[in-house]
């Protein structure tokens, strides 16, 4: 009796430290994620709320917004790609094509970058054999050669932090991506998150609906990278 009574007490001491973990955390969502429908992404209510100046920058904001009125089918599927500039199918695709694609348009290859990052440093991603089809698009990959490169920056739960541009990637599944739109949910001192998760390239207020372990910043992918 003595050992169940304590063992009750300890599953209450630590169910409430979980709980309060989770209600110190800032701006985590409480409700339904806001999601934006195609039409709506380019009318009056959802106009940009960051000007852009930054060629490169409002580019590649645009082309990712532009995905999310696309029909494309999340498909994870093995695609034997071209090199460099491979793609798989246009309405295919997951997470991590909404960035691969994006940073593509402004002449940022992650397939070429991502694969001689691997052929040259093979143990820094735990990869027996590069695979120039796939290798880029894993997150874990991503993450790993965005830290090597040094263009992450602290992950915090602060949304001015997050801003046009950066990439996101949360701790789901076996990982996932987004990308920092320059439209603010209304009422927010957040921004849109473009991201794939199911259903194709969504719009959706998405930043704080999982916990955060890689902040990209676009300003340094652009200095280091381009």
């Known amino acids: 009796m003595k050992k169940t009574l304590l063992l009750l007490g300890l599953t209450l001491i630590l169910g409430f430290f979980s709980w309060k973990e989770i209600t110190d955390q800032k701006e985590v969502h409480t409700t339904q994620i806001k999601h934006v429908e195609k039409a709506e992404i380019t009318s009056d209510g959802y106009e940009e709320d960051s000007i852009i100046d930054n060629p490169n920058l409002l580019k590649f904001v645009e082309h990712v917004r532009w995905q999310s009125t696309q029909d494309v089918t999340y498909d994870p599927s093995y695609f034997t790609l071209s090199y460099p500039n491979g793609d798989v199918p246009a309405n295919k695709g997951v997470c991590v094509d909404v960035p691969i694609r994006g940073l593509r348009t402004i002449g940022i290859d992650l397939q070429k970058l991502v ?15 590069a695979d120039h089809n796939i290798d880029h698009r894993r997150c874990v990959n991503l993450i790993t050669y965005f830290k090597r490169k040094k263009v992450t920056v602290l992950v915090t739960n602060n949304a001015a932090d997050y801003r046009p541009g950066d990439i996101v990637f949360w701790d789901i599944a076996r990982g996932h991506v987004g990308v920092v739109t320059n439209v603010k949910v209304p009422r927010t001192n957040r921004y849109f998150m473009v991201h794939n998760i199911c259903c194709g390239p969504q719009m959706e207020d998405f930043l704080f609906a999982a916990p955060i372990v890689c902040h990209v910043s676009f300003d340094k992918v652009i200095s280091e990278l381009k």
Do not use: P
């Open 115 to 129: 694969h001689e990052d691997v052929l040259a440093n093979a143990n820094a991603y735990r990869i027996t054999r």
